[in-house]
């Protein structure tokens, strides 16, 4: 509310439902008292060749002794990307690049990385 963000008091059934009917398709709904309607995350989208998004432009100058950056190929199970973009932001890791084949930035993703998919930039290269 100090932020300006607008928020709804619910008591648990009506939580219950709303989640339920978000995620229909699920036996298992897992809201521990709240939830938040985000907009979805995307890869940042880098060509080397080509610059994509104007203002999103990937940084090669960051790439210094400082930057950590890991560069992960073809992983497409979102668990593992979770688990790993978890494990790269507790040893310091700035930036993320991906590559071939991979796994959208999703909520299992985000779940599974414990909210490290939202402080990492993710970068994805064309499978081209």
């Known amino acids: 509310k100090q932020r300006n963000i ?13 989640t339920r009917n ?6 298992h709904h897992v809201h521990q008292g709240i939830a938040a309607d985000v907009s979805r995350l995307y890869h940042i989208p880098i060509d080397y060749r ?3 998004i104007p203002g999103l432009d990937f940084n090669y100058e960051m790439l210094d002794k400082e930057s950590l950056v890991i560069v992960l190929h073809g992983l497409k199970d979102p668990m593992n990307l979770g688990a790993l973009l978890r494990s790269a932001y507790y ?9 071939g084949e991979r796994t959208d930035l999703s909520a299992v993703v985000s779940k599974a990385s414990s909210g ?13």
Do not use: W
């Not at 978000?22 to 036996?27: A, F, G, L």
């Open 6 to 18: 607008p928020c709804q008091l619910l008591i648990r059934p009506h939580l219950d439902q709303l």
């Open 22 to 27: 978000t995620s229909r398709y699920k036996d």
């Open 50 to 52: 080509v610059p994509q």
């Open 91 to 99: 040893f310091g890791v700035n930036s993320v690049v991906v590559s």
């Open 116 to 128: 490290a998919m939202e402080a990492i930039k993710i970068y994805a290269v064309r499978n081209t």
